[in-house]
């Protein structure tokens, strides 16, 4: 079976500090990695996707990506309060296919 | 451009009642996604549609779900005859083919079901 796993937290860090979730998958046929932000009782909100090996930045977002690993990380630097929230990670499954296998997701605490 | 439009936003109905939830893609986006969220199982894939035709609908739970996909501007999930054990928020999400947002799917806001 395809997994995504993620830490559940709650990760905690102080405003301003660098936020790092991390996200393992089963599937080596994978090629499509994404990450979504979800706020408390709202849906999910894509913020980052990465398809090749090294970094992707996106304003004080980096995407992280080792396929060789199977891992794909996300940076959030200079923290914010606005930035607590569940980060849920998803990757499409190799093949043609258009389908997503998300993980639990982290909760992340950014205290003031 | 508008998002994903989903109705209703909540839905409250009594064990045995049929549900009908709703959704619109975004223009131009030729795949449709509905997903189930609870605390238990996480977001969870039901079916897909590509072009208004399903492509895999291994994640609907039995047969008391269907879906169907008339236009490309118009998809429903139906629940029949609805049970607690269904109480979750539904998501549509839709995108489009490959190309330079690959795969990326967009999430309407979803709909609070509570089968009482």
């Known amino acids: 079976q395809k997994e995504v796993e993620q830490n559940s937290g709650p990760l905690s860090v102080p405003e301003g500090a660098i936020a790092s979730l991390n996200c393992t998958y089963s599937d080596r046929g994978s090629q499509s990695f994404f990450w979504y932000r979800q706020y408390s009782g709202k849906s999910p909100e894509l913020i980052m996707s990465i398809y090749s090996n090294g970094d992707k930045e996106d304003g004080r977002f980096t995407a992280q990506l080792n396929k060789a690993s199977q891992y794909v990380s996300l940076l959030i630097r200079d923290s914010q309060p606005s930035d607590s929230a569940t980060y849920l990670c998803?990757?499409?499954?190799?093949?043609?296919?258009?389908?997503?296998?998300f993980g639990t997701g982290t909760l992340l605490a950014v205290q003031p | 451009d508008a998002g994903v439009i989903q109705s209703p936003r909540h839905e409250v109905t009594e064990m045995g009642q049929e549900v009908t939830l709703r959704c619109k893609p975004i223009?131009?986006?030729?795949?449709l996604f509905w997903y189930r969220q609870t605390m238990m199982r996480g977001l969870e894939l039901l079916i897909y549609f590509n072009n208004n035709v399903p492509i895999d609908d291994s994640g609907m739970p039995e047969d008391r779900f269907s879906a169907k996909m008339p236009n490309a501007s118009f998809s429903t999930l139906k629940i029949q005859p609805s049970e607690p054990r269904d109480s979750a928020v539904y998501f549509c999400?839709?995108?489009?083919?490959?190309?330079?947002?690959?795969?990326?799917?967009?999430f309407g806001p979803g709909t609070r079901l509570t089968v009482t």
């Open positions: 999400a839709s995108s489009s083919l490959p190309g330079t947002q690959a795969y990326e799917q967009y």
């Open positions: 998803a990757v499409r499954v190799g093949g043609a296919t258009n389908k997503l296998i």
């Open positions: 223009s131009g986006h030729d795949y």
